[in-house]
């Protein structure tokens, strides 16, 4: 709930009742120790203005109940009150590429403020509308697992065992018109033997407030395991769901650790408290198999069970390397635009040298990872048509993955190249810290912000006009070659290996292996 400033108030209504005395706003306390009487006067009166301002925060709220009535089948009954009568609700129907959203929205039903049923018609798909203003809905949402396990981790769904609830595809959004909202109260109805956990504030038991509707993820279970620690001024925690070969402390461990080596590295501490919901992938399978959504301040992890404490830990770092590092990019960053090729591509290339900074890998496989991208790379039919700036406007419209591939190994290129230019003085996280310690005015144009703060570092803008503006092809083998990296094609794929021949490049290829 947005904070609501009385000390103003203060201000104008000693004011005008006359009660002003020089020195009085140095605290707010000192309102009290002015006449009896002006204070009472004032005081009143503040009460009824922070009263007035709570109400207006109310009147944006939607308040919702969400009863989990079957798991299997997966269903879900929501009753949402509006916070001033509308006649036209839309629910959302794709997101993360997942489609038909809105058609596991059944049986709606619109009420008036004194309970009367108004009829609807729909139009479209998750669009209703209604020839009379209505204050509350009511309907069923069809929870079943979705069909593909690696959108899991992006909308919600529900089993036997425990669920994802998250209300940007549960809630209808709120558009301009008398139904628009803010923020929501929402009280969850669970089987007996089920609890909750959120990244929401929670009221009581199973009540939550979020004014960030969008982000608002509920992980429901017959089991939950939670722990939380203190870094900084803000929380970390995790949530377990399930059985695991892992205990919440040993994530706790691993996900406080790669929290505060981000903090290190950006220069800024957590804005807000921050949760790991661990869930288990779907079928019987290893901590291989996983997918993964960062949403406002949670983490959502989708692993795979089956395998050793240390397998699951090995992966588990891994995958939160890069996850974790979405709670500064894109989410601290003021930036509008489609810059996926940024926060994705260039992140997972800095979560690669977040993991061989914390040895979960070896300078080895930090190699062969690049060589393993770059033969996904060039098996893109995309690669020479796309720049990366188009490949990000279109990643949810196409299979291929060149905005992934192709911008972490520009980062790689960039990384190299800053790190020999500058004497291993200066690297890609240096772009990183300037670009989250950059004055906040606003949104700002996100390309041509980040292209400005890489070429700044590297000292021109030919790089940028080449991998990312344009639609450069990458050869690693004359890229390469100037820093010793030798690369050679084999029966399994590309290999990378280092054979410094001067100081120059046994310098920068030390820094790159040092972090």
């Known amino acids: 709930m947005p904070a609501i400033t009385v ?182 109805d669970l089987p007996p033997d089920f609890v909750a956990a959120s990244n929401s504030d929670r009221q009581d038991a199973l009540t939550y407030s979020s004014d960030e509707p969008d982000k608002a993820v509920f992980l429901i279970s017959s089991q939950l395991h939670q722990q939380s620690r203190h870094l900084g001024a803000k929380d970390f925690s995790v949530v377990l769901a399930g059985d695991w070969p892992i205990q919440d402390k040993d994530a706790l461990k691993i996900g406080g650790q790669i929290v505060q080596e981000y903090s290190k590295l950006t220069g800024i501490d957590l804005k807000r408290n921050a949760v790991l919901m661990l869930v288990p992938f779907p079928g019987d399978v290893g901590p291989e198999r996983w997918t993964a959504e960062t949403r406002g301040n949670a983490v959502v992890l989708l692993l795979g069970q089956r395998g050793s404490r240390r397998q699951v830990l090995s992966r588990l770092g891994i995958v939160l390397a890069h996850e974790i590092f979405h709670l500064w990019v894109p989410n601290a960053l003021k930036l509008d635009g489609d810059y996926d090729w940024f926060f994705e591509g260039f992140t997972i290339y800095q979560a690669l040298r977040m993991d061989l900074r914390l040895h979960l890998i070896s300078f080895a496989d930090y190699l062969d990872t690049i060589a393993r991208v770059y033969d996904s790379y060039m098996s893109s039919p995309d690669r020479e048509n796309l720049s990366l700036i188009q490949a990000s406007e279109r990643r949810w419209t196409t299979s291929s993955t060149l905005v992934y591939d192709k911008a972490m190994l520009v980062a790689f290129l960039y990384d190299l190249q800053l790190r020999s230019t500058s004497g291993c003085n200066a690297s890609l996280a240096d772009v990183y810290r300037q670009l989250l310690q950059r004055p906040m005015t606003g949104q700002a144009g996100a390309n041509e912000t980040i292209i400005a703060a890489l070429d700044e570092r590297l000292g021109q803008h030919s790089f940028a006009q080449q991998y990312i503006e344009g639609n450069g092809i990458i050869n690693l083998v004359s890229a390469l070659s100037p820093y010793g990296i030798a690369v050679r094609q084999t029966t399994s794929g590309t290999k990378l290996s280092v054979h410094p021949t001067d100081k120059a490049q046994k310098k920068v290829l030390s820094c790159l292996a040092r972090n």
């Open 7 to 188: 000390k103003p108030i203060f201000r104008l209504l000693v004011h005008k009742y006359s009660c002003y005395r020089p020195g009085l706003f140095s605290s707010a306390t000192r309102l009290w120790r002015l006449a009896p009487d002006c204070a009472r006067r004032a005081g009143f009166v503040i009460a009824l203005a922070v009263f007035a301002a709570f109400q207006r925060i109310q009147a944006q709220t939607l308040n919702v109940r969400i009863v989990v009535g079957s798991t299997a089948p997966a269903r879900i009954r929501i009753n949402a009150e509006f916070p001033k009568p509308t006649d036209v609700i839309s629910f959302p129907n794709a997101y993360g590429g997942v489609l038909g959203l809105a058609e596991r929205i059944e049986n709606v039903e619109a009420r008036a403020a004194g309970g009367q049923v108004i009829a609807l018609r729909k139009l479209a798909p998750g669009e209703f509308q209604t020839s009379e203003r209505f204050d509350q809905i009511s309907y069923e949402v069809n929870l079943s697992e979705p069909m593909l396990p690696a959108q899991a981790s992006h909308v919600s769904w529900l089993n036997r065992d425990q669920g994802l609830l998250m209300l940007s595809d549960l809630l209808p959004r709120s558009i301009k018109g008398p139904g628009a909202f803010a923020s929501v109260l929402v009280k969850l």
